[in-house]
């Protein structure tokens, strides 16, 4: 286990390295660093200077990278366009994301993988048929539609909950942005785990067990199920990193004062800071839920060694 | 799976016995009839019958080769009666009618906008109603066909041609290459794309849909070229490539004949389904007010701009948001029938 989990944190390297990279480049080569600074107005051409100077913006791009990457490794990720540290905003804003992101995987596992097992287990019924149909129109509705959409319905018409969420977004208001958030990943768990089932349940091994007379439940959770959540337990880790990013978007209907709301403000006025810092924080939270995923596969499926 | 491999040894084997030839042409004929409507086996070797052949090695089995049916013939033959296919397939012919001739059911002009009309419900001629600005959402909604349209078709082609060619190559060749390959996707892999479109997107301002297509591409291929290079190196190891490596033929030869015809499958569903996301990314990128700006008409400017007056007029808001959403549904749906065509064993 120790060798394998240090080769994975060695090729982990030049990934986040290539990833900030290529962030920092979209921000620092395309747009103008300084431009967020002058306000609505374009900056006088000496001020711009002397302001590229003082950030050691008329260095080499490569030497640039090198400086931010060595200040971030210092816990020093540099100063928003309000004179906050970036550091401060992310103190703020990612706890609340990481509670909209664990409430959208809860809704996954819960309501996905149920859905997917009964689905599985009751293959070519017409429950089957129509969840099946359900999840492919959910997959197609995008993501701020459906927001718009519950928002309409439960928070404006119905007013089941407050269209809105508080600046300290605690739990309870939470889940129907949470749901939102999870419902296209949430339909692909319930299909990937229907075909998994559905798969797994003509097996050897699940013949096996009934014939030994184990109870059915038995036979699904400890047999059926754990042989079946190998690559649902691969889709989640790899989503935790896109429903992070994603949260953008479902941030902006509820009016979540998140990450997806730092990022949003610090690209509208081209605080490079605050978008990189942001983005790199993500990058690194993509990779390791996938290093964890994989180390998890062990877990589930003790015919996995790693040497 | 095993009848490419019979056709080609026989013609080479110094005085192989005469047996073989009619023994390969049972195969050929039991083969693909007692397997059912499956009929070719998964990652497509069944095209590779007739094709890699080429010229007189397939001499002694020539005669039974007219009756197996290719992958491809196959696949046509199953979508025909396939109700999800049909009618995903006339949704889509309907969008591409009016993508190219909005004129056609909808003639006014989906710039012309009356403000005293604001918000205003259906009435005669504007079966939609008006949206916040006073325009016709109806004429507005057959319009913004064309854009999706354009950014989901050229987004879609741009990332399976740069996808499966870099990913082929990578996949065919090995070494290094495929390598430093591998990682460069690991690395777009690990970037968002919502978050990869606010800043790549938020630095453009040109107003035409090529920004936002050019982008789909950037952050696209390595979808596509994962899955080709998995496809190419699958199809590499199968003994008629060995057989046509054994005759000769050069690298660029067993590529394009041999093994991109039994490689391609995979790349084509998923291309078709992608199409239907990217239409959706579009939508996305346009309501965070990034995507496409206001002169162009789009579902997803649309649709952002009638969320403020939501309470008032949700039609304005409902009609965009259907037709997106049956759009992406046909494309996906088409997606799913084609995977099914293609690879009976998923069923």
Excluded at chain 1, 91 to 117: D, N, Q
Excluded at chain 1, 181 to 210: G, H, K, M, P, W
Excluded at chain 2, 206 to 231: N, Y
Excluded at chain 2, 246 to 262: T, Y
Aim: hydrophobic content about 50%.
């Amino acid at each position: 286990m120790g060798p394998y989990v240090a080769r994975r944190l060695l090729q982990m390297i030049p990934v986040f390295a290539g990833a900030t990279l290529l962030i920092f480049l979209m921000v620092n080569v395309m747009g103008d660093p300084v431009a967020g600074l002058c306000g609505e107005r374009t900056c006088d051409p000496a001020t711009a200077a002397r302001l590229k100077q003082e950030f050691g913006l008329d260095q080499p791009v490569w030497q640039q990278y090198l400086t931010y990457m060595g200040n971030v490794f210092t816990g020093d990720f540099g100063t928003a366009f309000n004179g906050q540290k970036v550091t401060e905003l992310m103190a703020t804003s990612f706890p609340v994301t990481a509670r909209l992101t664990i409430v959208a995987i809860l809704f996954e596992i819960a309501i996905g993988v149920t859905l997917g097992v009964a689905m599985g287990l009751s293959r070519g019924r017409p429950v089957d048929t129509g969840v099946l149909l359900v999840t492919l129109v959910v997959i197609s509705v995008p993501t701020f539609v459906t927001g718009l959409l519950l928002q309409l319905m439960l928070g404006v018409e119905w007013g089941w909950i407050k269209p809105s969420v508080s600046w300290e977004a605690g739990f309870g208001e939470l889940i129907v942005p949470g749901l939102v958030l999870a419902s296209v990943s949430l339909a692909y768990v319930t299909r990937l785990t229907r075909t998994s089932i559905a798969e797994n349940a003509r097996a050897d091994y699940v013949r096996t067990a009934v014939a030994k007379g184990l109870p059915r439940h038995r036979v699904i959770v400890r047999h059926l199920l754990r042989n079946s959540l190998i690559p649902v337990v691969t889709f989640i880790g790899a989503d935790i990193g896109f429903l992070m990013g994603g949260a953008i978007v479902t941030e902006r209907i509820f009016n979540i004062h998140g990450v997806g709301f730092q990022l949003y403000q610090g690209i509208l006025r081209q605080s490079t800071q605050t978008v990189v810092g942001f983005v790199t924080v993500l990058v690194l939270v993509f990779l390791v839920a996938n290093l964890l995923v994989d180390l998890l596969y062990a877990v589930l499926d003790p015919r996995i060694r790693y040497a | 799976m095993p009848e490419p491999q019979h056709l080609e040894p026989p013609p080479y084997v110094p005085g192989g016995t005469p047996e073989l030839g009619p023994a390969d042409a049972e195969v050929l004929r039991t083969g693909p009839g007692g397997r059912g409507p499956g009929g070719t086996g998964p990652g497509g070797t069944g095209a590779g019958g007739p094709d890699p052949t080429g010229g007189p090695s397939a001499v002694p089995s020539a005669a039974p080769e007219e009756r197996v049916r290719s992958l491809w013939s196959d696949a046509w033959h199953d979508l025909r009666r396939n109700p999800v296919f049909l009618v995903s397939a006339l949704v889509i012919l309907f969008l591409v009618l009016i993508a190219l001739w909005p004129q056609l059911i909808a003639p006014g002009n989906p710039l012309d906008c009356d403000l005293a009309k604001a918000q205003q419900g259906s009435g005669p001629g504007h079966p939609f109603g008006f949206n916040g600005q006073g325009c016709d959402v109806y004429t507005r909604t057959v319009h913004g066909a064309r854009t999706s349209v354009t950014v989901g078709v050229c987004a879609t082609l741009g990332v399976a041609v740069l996808g499966s060619v870099l990913g082929g190559l990578a996949g065919f060749f090995g070494g290094v290459w495929d390598a430093i390959l591998s990682r460069v996707t690991d690395v777009f892999f690990a970037i968002p794309v919502v978050l990869g479109g606010l800043v790549l997107l938020s630095v453009v301002t040109s107003s035409t849909v090529w920004p936002v297509i050019g982008f789909m591409v950037l952050l696209g291929w390595p979808q596509i070229s994962r899955i080709a290079r998995g496809s190419v190196i699958t199809a590499r190891q199968n003994d008629y490539v060995q057989a046509a490596r054994a005759l000769g033929a050069s690298p660029m030869r067993i590529l394009l004949r041999h093994i991109a015809p039994n490689a391609i499958a995979p790349v084509i569903v998923v291309a078709t389904i992608a199409l239907g996301t990217y239409i959706a990314l579009e939508a996305t990128l346009s309501y965070l007010g990034v995507g496409l700006k206001p002169p162009s008409v789009s579902w997803g400017i649309d649709i952002s701009a009638a969320s403020p007056y939501i309470r008032n007029a949700p039609h304005a808001l409902l009609w965009p948001s259907g037709a997106l959403a049956v759009t992406v549904l046909a494309f996906i749906m088409l997606g799913d029938a084609v995977r099914d065509a293609l690879d009976p064993k998923l069923r």
